[in-house]
């Protein structure tokens, strides 16, 4: 049976969230609870999910940055181990329970409002042997059909189309620097605005509104490399919506990170400084 030398993109809380689930998923696989050894890879990456658990807005991959060449940074994760195509899969579906412990599923929520999806993202260099019999096993393994119309709840609806194709893989330039690596892992939630609509994603103003009161998540993200094209105009807006020091306290009052909420206003300026 062939095996694969994979790992996981994250683009978010699955680098640095500290819920035992995410702890647990990353002990198993990288071999620390907290923060393991990542390569930075650029990706068109935006707010555009607002998370109703977290209560502010959180990232996801735009094809429309994707045309535009507006990247950000998310980070690749390997492996310990290379894995045959069944432990490969059952790696995939720790990565879904980490993302969300309801459930091991690739299509995550219910049937007619599923809010995140599993994603293969391929090396184009893999031999066809391995990509054939993965692709099988990887389209087999969804709980339905990766239809026009479910595939569409995986997109803005002003972006004409998606990064994912019917078999669940990512459509991206694969980055130069994982040319040892066969594949990644990474999950594609569901954009949706905090307002409930899905017509335009949300401008900094309204990211900063909406990410002042609970702005760990943005802080966390920023102080572990993982950022979007539009982190240093959130930056400015957020310290319109508060002082940084109140900004410090929310993430405090919220749970962040110490060694995260301590550095807020250094947080803040060096995003400012690439606008």
């Not at 060449?69 to 290379?82: N, V």
């Not at 599923?105 to 007619?112: A, D, F, P, V």
């Amino acid at each position: 049976m062939p095996t694969y030398r994979a790992g996981a993109l994250v683009i978010g809380s699955l680098y640095w969230d500290t819920v035992p689930e995410r702890q647990e998923w990353r002990k198993k696989y990288f071999d620390t609870a907290d923060h393991p050894e990542a390569l930075p890879v650029p990706l068109p990456l935006r707010y555009g999910m607002y998370s109703r658990k977290r209560q502010c807005p959180t990232m996801v991959l735009s094809q429309d940055w994707a045309q535009a060449g507006r990247l950000g940074q998310a980070l690749a994760l390997p492996f310990q181990e290379t894995y045959e195509l069944p432990a490969l899969l059952a790696a995939a579906r720790d990565q879904s329970y980490a993302e969300g412990p309801a459930d091991r599923r690739l299509i995550k929520g219910n049937s007619t409002d599923p809010w995140c999806l599993l994603v293969a993202w391929l090396n184009p260099q893999l031999d066809d042997h391995r990509r054939e019999a993965f692709l099988q096993a990887w389209t087999t393994a969804y709980e339905a059909p990766l239809s026009p119309a479910l595939l569409a709840r995986f997109r803005m609806e002003n972006e004409p189309e998606g990064l994912i194709d019917a078999q669940g893989c990512l459509q991206y330039p694969w980055p130069e620097q994982l040319s040892d690596w066969d594949l990644l892992f990474l999950t594609q939630t569901r954009p949706i605005r905090g307002n409930g609509q899905r017509n335009a994603y949300p401008d900094p103003a309204e990211i900063a509104r909406e990410s002042a009161p609970r702005p760990s998540y943005f802080l966390c993200n920023r102080f572990f490399g993982l950022h979007t094209a539009q982190d240093g105009k959130i930056a400015s807006q957020l310290q319109h919506q508060a002082p940084a020091e109140t900004i410090a306290q929310n993430a405090r009052w919220e749970g962040c990170l110490a060694q995260v909420s301590a550095q807020t206003p250094q947080i803040l300026r060096e995003a400012m400084r690439h606008q």
